[in-house]
């Protein structure tokens, strides 16, 4: 100590204080805090699914559904029981990893806190060396500015001159002699403070979900790309056309360890968080990865507002058309925008309004599907990614693509919509060519409705606000997923 205080007193540093390291207690009194960062996240799971679960079966907030009670019972291939017994099997083996990490987590120590923000501090104290000759090169009189400051701010006045606190100092007993070392400003321990329990945490945070994102992004996107590990795997998931709350976590076990499990232990490990930092990234993944298959496009939800990806974002990408784009998840959406995966079909309101009303057998007589946004972008982009997939295509699934969504705009549009089609082809168990019957009849239907009935088609219906909604959560606009104006797309 009494080396680091001659050091610290040399280079007019105020000295850093001794800590002692001892066990932390846990959180919460009797519960480990490794046992509350594994049961918080189950906890969280089950709330907020029964929470949006007594939503659907009461029908609280129908004006937000994406999905109507009907498409939930027609369209899907997985029975509730299925998907419980899947996803207490994922939580199973989501715990089993948890307790594995335990052994090589160093055990949680605290009491090195205050000398943790002192390192801060330290560092503050020699970045303000840099403020004089950073004025000095813009031409500024460093010693006549912090003169006229010296009397109404002192401490201004003296981080200006270089990070000089002559007055500013503290008594230390050195092998029982005081001795007498500089002292931090206040204001140099508060924004030591701040970084240290609130910036670096913060940043520790957005650090892992941007790892985690990565980490699913890629692994997502090649379970649809290999034929294999979609039909082996990933198919289970999509068996939900139409996604509910506590399916969230529905898939194949293996599925659900490699690109749930073991990305989200990747990011707390990468990121340097301890287990009470854990806590929260485990919990609030697992709420946003819930909210995002809930079914709803709330306009009060702050996770479908503060990220770009939501459950309207995701939806498109359970429906038989999106189904190979749309691949980020659960936070943001960077990937697709970058590597040229997300749906550039132009508006979906009318496919969401289509089935809506096929469902419930009250198809509005004067709809008109809803043109695309960018019909000339997606006519002129068809990347790499998507340039084979009409090609590879069997004529059933170009068959199924013509008659499902006829208006559907060339190019790189129709190219994913033909590509998504033929894996729901691919994928017996999930149903199927009986899924693309189904829509097939429903737009036959649909198109002879159309043709027999004069009455036009009403704005005024709830089904104009989950246009609306739906163009919100996919793009960040109203009317419109891609920037289309539902009014002047229907003239």
Known sequence: MADMLNATTTYHLPPLPDYTLQPLPPLIPGIPDLYLALGLPLIAYWAVSLLFHCIDEWDFFPQYRLHTPAEVLKRNHATRWDVLRDVLIQQAIQTAMGLSMAL???PQMCGKADYDVAVWAQRIRLAQRAIPITLSLMGIDVTALASSLITARPLLARAISGGTYPTLTQQFIVQG???IAPAFASWELFTAKALYHLAIPGMQFLLAICILDTWQYFLHRLMHTSRYLYNAFHSRHHRLYVPYAY???YNHPFEGF???????CIAYLVSGMTVRQSMWFFTMTTIKTVDDHCGYVFPWDPLQKLTSNNAGYHDVHHQSWGIKTNFSQPYFTFWDELLGTKWTGGDVSARYEKARLAAQ???DADAKPITASRVEESARSPD???????E??????RSAQTVGEPRIPA???SQQAVGSRQQILDDRQGGGVSVLAEEAAEEAKAQMSVRRSPRKRTTSSGLKGLADRVGESLQGKSSGVLGLDCTNARR
Do not use: N, R
């Not at 490699?258 to 989200?264: A, I, K, S, V």
């Not at 790499?384 to 009409?390: F, I, M, N, P, Q």
């Not at 590879?392 to 699934?397: C, H, L, V």
């Open 384 to 390: 790499a990614l998507y340039a084979g997939e009409t």
């Open 177 to 179: 002699q005081p001795t």
């Open 411 to 413: 190019g790189k549009a």
């Open 247 to 249: 399916g969230a976590l």
């Open 361 to 363: 057998k009250k198809v």
């Open 392 to 397: 590879a295509a069997s004529s059933t699934a």
């Open 258 to 264: 490699l690109l749930d499990t073991l990305g989200t």
């Open 104 to 106: 090589i987590d160093a």
